[in-house]
């Protein structure tokens, strides 16, 4: 099998195995409760579902979620033409220290590089967020020009995304015992973007991963994947790597670090990686939900009592996502920064 460049090359311990175990389990939630207005036991029946999934998985598959499949198939499509310019023509859109979004193929995870390349854009008008150390990024998105279908694919998509975005976060906050728009204020003024991921076909798919194991720093994601195939979750059970199988149409929803903090550790951000292979390109889309950049994250007063004290320290979102920036677009020799360095 093929070389690659050793800075793709993951330690033994994290190579992925090929022989996949395919997620038995993973729950498919069926979202159309939210649809009929007054069926309560129907709905309190999803919610149970949701915040058993969140327990024991802290991942789920939503159907029935109300996304068009007119608008995901617009943006897969503008997402391949996207991929499929020349690197010249991708260049020309490539995020810098200044603006984070844009395109490129730079990323490290865990200080190992990873074999994808990604598109970020965030879909607000062109806004600043405070890196953490008081400079102001600007965060304005870049379009290639030869393509406009790729601006509307994505603007489209994104407002579809916020709506599913409020749905699931009602949900979520109804799960924890909380009222249903507890959770809202925290998205009014979001922070939330949306990538898109191509992972290449590779030589040595046994050496590398797409994306190295990582849990999402924001509160929960929304992933469309293609039909190929590639992301794995370590059961919670056994920390056993499983593939979640690709759904059509269905939206892959995971906890992240925020909601962990916020249900004071009720809920867990779970560790995900992806896998790559030989012949077959990879197209996912994540959007990750954000509060803005400006958000102090805390547990939630209605989730801590005497027996059971807040487990983290407030920390700053932005300032963690700078830091997490920091490591992420060089190799640094130190672990980067993650939410149990706020454990109490
Ligand atoms: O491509 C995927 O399936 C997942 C990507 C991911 O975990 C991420 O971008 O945070
Ligand atoms: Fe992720």
Redo the contacts with the bound molecule.
């Keep these: 099998m093929g070389e690659v460049d050793p800075a793709f090359v993951q330690a033994v311990e994290h190579q992925p195995k090929l022989n996949i175990i395919e997620a038995e389990g993973i729950p498919v939630i069926d979202l159309s409760p939210l649809n009929s207005t007054d069926n309560d036991a129907e709905l309190s029946s999803l919610v149970s579902e949701i915040g058993d999934a969140c327990k024991n998985w802290g991942f789920f598959q939503v159907i029935n979620h109300g996304v068009p499949l007119k608008q995901r198939e617009k943006i897969e499509s503008a997402s391949r033409k996207f991929f499929a310019l020349s690197k010249e023509e991708k260049k020309k859109v490539s995020r810098d220290d200044v603006n984070p979004m844009g395109y490129y193929d730079t990323e490290h995870t865990k200080n190992v590089r990873d074999w994808?390349e990604?598109f970020d854009l965030t879909f607000k008008k062109p806004t600043t967020s405070e890196s953490g150390e008081n400079e102001l990024n600007l965060l304005m998105n870049q379009w290639p020009q030869d393509l406009p279908e790729l601006r509307e694919a994505c603007e489209e998509y994104a407002e579809e995304m916020i709506k599913l975005a409020y749905k699931l976060l009602e949900l979520i906050a109804l799960s924890l015992g909380l009222p249903r728009t507890r959770l809202n204020g925290f998205l009014t003024d979001h922070g939330s973007f949306l990538?898109l991921?191509r992972?290449p076909p590779c030589p040595a798919p046994h050496l590398v991963l797409?994306?190295g194991r990582?849990k999402?720093p924001n509160s929960f994601?929304i992933?469309a994947?293609d039909d190929v195939g590639?992301?794995e979750v370590k059961r919670k059970i056994d920390g056993e790597w499983v593939l979640?199988k690709p759904t059509p149409s269905a939206y892959?929803i995971?906890i992240g670090d925020i909601i962990q903090v916020w249900s004071n550790d009720k809920y867990e951000s779970v560790e995900?990686?992806?896998m790559v292979n030989v012949d077959k390109e990879?197209i996912?889309i994540?959007f990750?939900v954000n509060p803005p950049t400006s958000t102090w994250i805390e547990p939630l007063d209605e989730l801590i009592d005497e027996p059971n004290p807040a487990r983290y320290k407030a920390y700053n979102y932005g300032e963690f996502l700078a830091a997490r920036a920091r490591s992420n677009y060089e190799k640094l020799d130190v672990e980067n920064i993650q939410i149990s360095h706020y454990r109490i």
């Design positions: 994808k990604v990538r991921n992972y797409g994306v990582h999402d994601t992933l994947q590639g992301l979640v892959i995971n995900h990686r992806v990879r996912s994540p990750f």
